[in-house]
T-cell receptor, first 117, second 113 residues
Framework: AQSVTQLGSHVSVSEGALVLLRCNYS??????LFWYVQYPNQGLQLLLK??????LVKGINGFEAEFKKSETSFHLTKPSAHMSDAAEYFC???????????????FGAGTRLFVKA | DAGVIQSPRHEVTEMGQEVTLRCKPI?????LFWYRQTMMRGLELLIY????????DSGMPEDRFSAKMPNASFSTLKIQPSEPRDSAVYFC???????????FGPGTRLTVT
């Protein structure tokens, strides 16, 4: 079964510092991988996704992630943190639907990012 | 498009009462998902629909929970009777067939006292 493990439920960085949020996945088929962000009192929104092709994917707000098949990882990075990046971040993997066609999304437990001034 | 719409945004009810949460997906989206989010259990998939048909309800915690999608633009999640442990934020999300991104609604914060 497909699953996602996010390392660290809380990460704290200083403004301007590198952001690194770790994600490892397990999948029996080539996966689609996602990072979603949730700001307080809001629903989740997509930051970036990997489907096929280039393993380094860029998303909104300066975030990027690299798909490393050999390490089954999809870590999220941003070179310089901003106060507005404080939020909860969810890594997710696709889980194919039975009967073919389409997938459902399995979410990790989330990592809350704190940004210190 | 206005995005996924959920109502109410907040619901406070007493134990034993029936609760109905509502969702309007984005027009043209074929998949609809109901999630529950709590501090202890994170984000759990309760049920999802494809073209208004329930496909997998294995995440529904108990028979007290039921969900319907009578047409492509409306879905409900009902809890009857409600219990304090049902307190959570319930999200509805929709996705277009062939697309990758799910669009989430703002959620309904349910408090059962």
């Amino acid at each position: 079964a497909q699953s996602v493990t996010q390392l660290g439920s809380h990460v704290s960085v200083s403004e301007g510092a590198l952001v690194l949020l770790r994600c490892n996945y397990s999948s029996s088929v080539p996966p689609y991988l996602f990072w979603y962000v949730q700001y307080p009192n809001q629903g989740l929104q997509l930051l970036l996704k990997y489907t096929t092709g280039a393993t380094l994917v860029k998303g909104i707000n300066g975030f990027e992630a690299e798909f490393k098949k050999s390490e089954t990882s999809f870590h999220l990075t941003k070179p310089s943190a901003h106060m507005s990046d404080a939020a909860e971040y969810f890594c997710a993997v696709s889980d194919p639907l039975r009967g073919g066609g389409g997938f459902k999304t399995i979410f990790g437990a989330g990592t809350r990012l704190f940004v210190k001034a | 498009d206005a995005g996924v719409i959920q109502s109410p945004r907040h619901e406070v009810t007493e134990m034993g009462q029936e609760v109905t949460l509502r969702c309007k997906p984005i027009s043209g989206h074929d998949y609809l998902f109901w999630y529950r989010q709590t501090m202890m259990r994170g984000l759990e998939l309760l049920i999802y629909f494809n073209n208004n048909v329930p496909i997998d309800d294995s995440g529904m915690p108990e028979d007290r929970f039921s969900a319907k999608m009578p047409n492509a633009s409306f879905s409900t999640l009902k809890i009857q009777p409600s219990e304090p442990r049902d307190s959570a934020v319930y999200f509805c999300a929709s996705r277009e067939a062939g697309a990758y991104e799910q669009y989430f609604g703002p959620g309904t914060r349910l408090t059962v006292t």
